[in-house]
């Protein structure tokens, strides 16, 4: 048994408690700024107020000015905010973590160096707020994989991948979550399965366009539909994803697994992304998505999307990656930073084909 940490007490972080208490564990949610009332709620009703769900006996809700209190004599430690929270997780983990402990990220994304388009995992952009002495005791580990919030604390049989560079420490914390609906296998391929994880957000975007088509046209009814088309943008995205693992160094072959295409899927299945992508579909400019239909929603997919899409354009005028590489990628910049019309440059698709 051992004590478990997660800061952030959104649906994720909280669904993940259900395996671990369920395995004897102790569980401690700790709630950030934007998470006092559901803290609140925890503490006084025992209900996720989003998940609509009791926690398990075993895991206690604590506010973010206990932190400290929460933190001690912790055995792991898990981040469990989205991409747009890492330097502020960064910047708290600073204070908070302690020399022999495992860090397990749940948090996907990247960042990029706005000069030369250099990418960076969200692990290792939290590490550039912690001493490099403390760096270097801390464990540090990932959950990847197609894992639905809500699917997973209903005990829906739910696959995943614990990632890390130790394999002893990736079984020690595998073991912790491990039941018979949450199935977890564990690779050392560290950066191989964060890149799938990160990179999978920007193909959900484009999963949405079918849809919207369809709406716009009115033909959503219809006997036929256009799956064709969205098995078209999916092959395309998965040979991007491939090829994104192999740009930061990771083994391609993980982009094939749970980590890569496998989360992809679950994430092209529905969800946020999938909506705006929709409306773009239904002929609406991004822009206006963003700032009317889904003002203050937050978009994961169009976020990495900004991210990544943009630093294309300096790793390509550097030579790192040639002009024709990723051009779904490039096109879905062009649709959520230019307002660029729905023109599927399908002429460019599969351009390595032999």
């Not at 007490?9 to 259900?18: K, N, P, Q, R």
């Not at 860090?103 to 160096?113: H, N, P, Q, S, V």
């Not at 092959?235 to 295409?261: H, I, T, W, Y």
Request: some cysteine; proline content about 4%; aromatic content about 10%.
């Amino acid at each position: 048994m051992a004590t478990i940490v997660i800061l952030g007490s959104g649906i994720m972080g909280t669904a993940l408690s259900f395996p671990a208490s369920e395995n004897g564990n102790e569980v401690r949610l700790v709630g950030t700024f934007l998470d006092r009332e559901i803290v609140e709620s925890i503490q006084t009703t025992g209900v996720h107020p989003d998940l609509g769900l009791k926690v398990n006996d075993g895991v206690t809700a604590y506010q973010l000015e206990d932190a400290e209190k929460a933190f001690e004599g912790a055995d792991v430690v898990m981040s469990g905010v989205n991409s747009f929270g890492v330097e502020w997780i960064g910047e708290q983990l600073a204070t908070l973590l302690k020399p022999g402990q495992k860090f397990l990220c749940i948090t996907k994304g990247m960042r990029a160096d706005e000069e030369t388009g250099e990418l960076q995992l969200l692990p290792h952009k939290i590490q550039e707020y912690l001493d490099p002495e403390l760096v270097e005791q801390i464990s540090w580990n990932a959950i990847t994989g197609p894992s639905i919030a809500g699917e997973l604390a209903v005990h829906h049989d739910t696959a995943v991948v614990f990632c890390g560079h130790d394999k002893d420490d990736l079984e020690y914390l595998a073991d912790l979550f491990r039941t018979d609906y949450y199935h977890v296998w564990t690779s050392t391929d560290f950066i191989g399965h964060e890149t799938g994880a990160a990179t999978k957000n920007i193909y959900a975007f484009a999963a949405g366009f079918a849809e919207g088509l369809l709406r716009k046209e009115g033909k959503e009814n219809d006997k036929y539909v256009m799956y064709n088309f969205g098995a078209a943008i999916f092959a395309q995205g998965q040979r991007e994803l491939r090829s994104f693992v192999k740009l930061m160094g990771g083994n391609p072959d993980s982009a094939d697994g749970l980590g890569g295409v496998g989360d992809m899927f679950v994430t092209s299945m529905g969800g946020r992304n999938v909506k705006a992508g929709t409306l773009v579909g239904q002929g609406i400019p991004f822009s206006e998505v963003r700032d009317q239909h889904m003002k203050g929603v937050t978009l994961e997919g169009v976020a990495a999307i900004k991210v990544i899409g943009k630093a294309l354009g300096p790793l390509t005028e550097r030579g790192v990656i040639k002009p024709e590489e990723y051009p779904l990628c490039r096109f879905l910049y062009s649709v959520v930073a230019e307002d660029a019309p729905l023109d599927i440059p399908w002429d460019k698709f599969f351009y390595d084909l032999t």
